[in-house]
């Protein structure tokens, strides 16, 4: 079963940058689309980003153009950049395949604060 790790998250200021990572355990890694997801307080999870196995990436309009999405599938890591930062990114961001068939991750708490 894989499981997945994140990490990466933090308080930053608004315009800042985060590079958010996460590790899968599992051989299987490398065939799964995989995406970043985040959940709000008080809102439902969202899709922010995706990746397919062999790189074609897709990114919600809220985040295109500031978030970049990544993997390295050789050590079984995606990874998001994310740059010019709003208070409105603040979230628990968590990793999993597209669709989300995997266990849920810890998250990472990414605030956006002054």
């Known amino acids: 079963q894989v499981q997945l790790v994140e990490s990466g998250g933090g308080l930053v200021q608004p315009g800042g940058s985060l590079r958010l990572s996460c590790a899968a355990s599992?051989?299987?890694?490398?065939?799964?689309?995989m995406g970043w997801y985040r959940q709000a307080p008080g809102k439902q999870r969202e899709l922010v980003a995706v990746?397919?196995?062999?790189?074609?990436?897709n990114y919600a309009d809220s985040v295109k153009g500031r978030f970049t999405i990544s993997r390295d599938n050789a050590k079984n890591t995606v990874s998001l950049q994310m740059n010019s930062l709003k208070p409105e990114d603040t979230a628990v961001y968590y990793c999993?395949?597209?669709?989300?068939?995997?266990?849920w991750g810890q998250g990472t708490q990414v605030t956006v604060s002054s």
């Open positions: 990746i397919s196995s062999i790189g074609i990436t």
């Open positions: 999993n395949g597209r669709p989300p068939l995997l266990t």
């Open positions: 599992g051989s299987i890694f490398s065939i799964y689309a």
